[in-house]
T-cell receptor, first 113, second 113 residues
Framework: KQEVTQIPAALSVPEGENLVLNCSFTDSAIYNLQWFRQDPGKGLTSLLLIQSSQREQTSGRLNASLDKSSGRSTLYIAASQPGDSATYLC????????????FGKGTRLHILP | DTGVSQDPRHKITKRGQNVTFRCDPISEHNRLYWYRQTLGQGPEFLTYFQNEAQLEKSRLLSDRFSAERPKGSFSTLEIQRTEQGDSAMYLCASIPGGYGEQYFGPGTRLTVT
């Protein structure tokens, strides 16, 4: 059974700092891993998608890495801004012809002005 | 707007009533997923479709829940005899092809009184 864990559950950092969010999964048989942000009461916005054959993806100030063998992914945010405050969720699509998508509970990020 | 749309955005109903939600995926996206999200939790997988075929249904989905995707376009999620525990945000996402990026709709917030 695939389980996805995100640590920490909440994080507060001063504006301008670089930070890392963690996502771990128990079964390395995945097709891909996707990072999202969610603002309160809203839907999910896709940030980065990493296919199982890839090691990392970058978009602007965001960089996501994937280590399938150890069951870990990190989301690196450079030069954080107050607008980055949101909940960040990771999701894995299970492999082996089982395409169910499993989410972590998210990390609630607060950037202090 | 060519994104995923959901209707209604908010629904308040009395316990025991039936409700139906609609999701319109991005055109030509052949996969469609339904999730339920409660406060402080990540989205929980409910069911998904490949075109018009419902391929998997979570054990979270009791017999009171049913989903359809006629003609492989929009999808509906019906909850019969609603209970207070059904109160949640119901999210829909579509994927272009098997293992691509998920695009989420804004969600339908259900409150059962």
């Amino acid at each position: 059974k695939q389980e996805v864990t995100q640590i920490p559950a909440a994080l507060s950092v001063p504006e301008g700092e670089n930070l890392v969010l963690n996502c771990s999964f128990t079964d390395s048989a995945i097709y891909n891993l996707q990072w999202f942000r969610q603002d309160p009461g809203k839907g999910l916005t896709s940030l980065l998608l990493i296919q199982s054959s890839q090691r990392e993806q970058t978009s602007g100030r965001l960089n996501a890495s994937l280590d399938k063998s150890s069951g870990r992914s990190t989301l690196y945010i450079a030069a954080s801004q107050p607008g980055d405050s949101a909940t960040y969720l990771c999701a894995v699509m299970r492999g082996n012809r089982d395409d169910k998508i499993i989410f972590g509970k998210g990390t609630r990020l607060h950037i202090l002005p | 707007d060519t994104g995923v749309s959901q209707d209604p955005r908010h629904k308040i109903t009395k316990r025991g009533q039936n409700v139906t939600f609609r999701c319109d995926p991005i055109s030509e996206h052949n996969r469609l997923y339904w999730y339920r999200q409660t406060l402080g939790q990540g989205p929980e997988f409910l069911t998904y479709f490949q075109n018009e075929a419902q391929l998997e249904k979570s054990r979270l989905l009791s017999d009171r829940f049913s989903a359809e995707r006629p003609k492989g376009s929009f999808s509906t999620l019906e909850i019969q005899r609603t209970e207070q525990g059904d109160s949640a945000m119901y999210l829909c996402a579509s994927i272009p092809g098997g293992y691509g990026e998920q695009y989420f709709g804004p969600g339908t917030r259900l409150t059962v009184t």
